[in-house]
């Protein structure tokens, strides 16, 4: 446990090569810098220090190296990877809104340059100072204290953020006018519109998909599929989300963080455009931890779910790649984020929520809703916000299988069923009393959200129940969706 921060959850970084810059003063200065801001803030020496946004934790103790906000399983109590260490995120929103410093947290912070890694940071500091053009005057800090904090803000404003990333903290609408995906088509013209979602099979079987997508085809605008959920492997997002689109239905790819280095998230975004892929939900990824055994090596991570949405807009909207090369040909994307309003306080979910939003975040897709009033306290935490008008809402619904699948799912981070719910699907009876409860309840949840303002859709996540989604959406009298191509594909 350091001063000021959780300890660290893996040892301080080390560079990746040496250079003819790395004199033996450098590096015993370096070591210098990597003790004593290993005893203050548990530094990895990630070398892209960002203490003064995150009310001086250091976000790279978490587990997932997450460097814009909590995942959607933190909890008040403890990290969801580590449960012996409290979530580096949840006390650096606690000590932000202490401090005053909550407006910090919105800027989109940059992934980890790798040739900065294991380096001094201070003399950084120093160079850049000198650098800028009108540097910090001691005289400001006591004479002129608004010009002292602008001139320090220009200083640390060039140092966290790269020429080549050039994170800030405003909303960016999306730069095209007409709609990127049938998806979009069916939001933009205010009806209710649902998505469905089917797991991609954990075998070969693309007819598996196919029948799935029959089953729904009728009653929703996308399918999602997900991308190796639980860190467990199945058919990949992309390859199910192909087959989806060639069985007549458009795919909502998810694409995940973990596993992929920054270039794979280009390189699989860029080959699902090119296959007619066009809605991409970007999403952090669950640790491996929760995945089968043996188990990967630590520090998976090289981004996160908002760095994912922030790149990939700009591919869109600037046509260039992470690194400034431009994209002669840009890929056309509808960009999606997940949503969490039974995770960490409203207050909090929002920040995330707008940090995805102006990251580039077009529509968000939420936990499965069971808890009604907690799904409202979120909404108007994003009302507060203004970000209802930005963003397409697609609350989550899930239908409870049996009285097994509502004990399995109430220890799913981030989903919160009401005790009177179980015990309903407890006194429900034999296997097909169960199921119809699990409807029933569904359908009244699906009645309240239709006539919530702010809610524009519904996604339905019937896990290993995708043939109930068209009987829900009949049952509930929800719209079909009424464009099922864009103009320039008919
Ligand atoms: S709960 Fe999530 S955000 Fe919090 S420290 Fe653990 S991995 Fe990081």
Not at 284 to 290: I, Q
Not at 317 to 322: H, M
Not at 375 to 395: S, T
Not at 429 to 442: N, S
């Amino acid at each position: 446990m350091s001063l000021f921060s959780p300890r660290r959850y893996q040892a301080p970084f080390k560079p990746m090569r040496r250079t003819e810059e790395d004199t033996l003063l450098i590096r015993v200065f370096t070591a210098g810098e990597g003790l004593i801001k290993g005893a203050l803030f548990s530094c990895r020496m990630c070398g892209n220090c960002l203490l003064q946004e995150t009310a001086f934790i250091c976000p790279m103790t978490c587990p997932k190296g997450l460097r814009n906000g909590l995942c959607g399983g933190a909890t008040p109590e403890a990290c969801e990877v580590d449960s012996t260490r409290p979530c580096t995120w949840y006390k650096i929103y606690e000590r932000s809104e202490k401090m005053g410093r909550e407006h910090k947290l919105l800027e989109i912070n940059a992934p980890v340059d790798g040739n900065k890694v294991g380096r001094e940071t201070w003399l950084d500091v120093v160079r850049t100072w000198r650098e800028v053009e009108e540097s910090p005057q001691i005289k400001d800090f006591f004479g002129n204290r608004e010009k002292w904090d602008e001139d320090w803000e220009r200083v640390f404003y060039k140092i966290r953020q790269p020429d080549w990333w050039e994170g800030d903290s405003e909303y960016h609408p999306p730069a095209y006018e007409e709609p990127a995906s049938v998806l979009e088509a069916n939001l933009r013209t205010g009806k209710f519109t649902c998505t469905a979602e089917i797991a991609p099979p954990l075998s070969v079987s693309p007819s598996m998909i196919s029948k799935k997508v029959g089953w729904m085809n009728e009653y929703v605008a996308a399918a999602n599929f997900t991308d190796n959920a639980s860190a467990t492997p199945r058919m990949g997002s992309l390859a199910s989300s192909k087959i989806c689109l060639e069985a007549g239905l458009e795919p909502v790819m998810q694409l995940q963080a973990r596993d992929r280095s920054r270039a794979l998230i280009e390189s699989d975004a860029l080959g699902a455009a090119g296959l007619g892929i066009r809605n991409i939900l970007c999403l952090t990824g669950d640790h491996h931890r929760f995945g089968p055994n043996p188990n990967i090596k630590p520090d998976q991570f090289d981004m996160d779910s908002i760095q994912i949405l922030w790149m990939l807009r700009r591919m869109r909207d600037k046509g260039v790649y992470i690194d400034g090369r431009s994209i002669k040909n840009r890929p056309v994307f509808f960009l999606g984020a997940a949503g969490s309003p039974f995770g960490a306080p409203p207050k909090y979910e929002a920040i995330r929520a707008e940090k995805k939003i102006n990251a580039g975040a077009q529509f968000i897709q939420t936990q499965p809703v069971f808890d009604y009033n907690r799904f409202v306290e979120w909404l108007e935490a994003l009302d507060k916000r203004n970000l209802l008008d930005k963003v397409y809402i697609l609350a989550g619904i899930t239908p409870i299988k049996s009285a097994r699948a509502a004990h399995f799912m109430v220890d799913v981070p981030g989903v919160v069923i009401p005790e009177p719910l179980i015990k309903r699907m407890d006194e429900s009876g034999d296997k097909e009393g169960q199921q119809e409860e699990g409807v029933k309840i569904a359908l009244e949840i699906i009645e309240k959200l239709h006539s919530t303002p702010g809610v524009n859709g519904l996604h339905i996540m019937a896990i290993h129940w995708e043939d109930i989604v068209a009987r829900l959406i009949e049952e509930a009298g929800l719209p079909k969706p009424s464009i099922k191509t864009l103009p320039q594909e008919e």
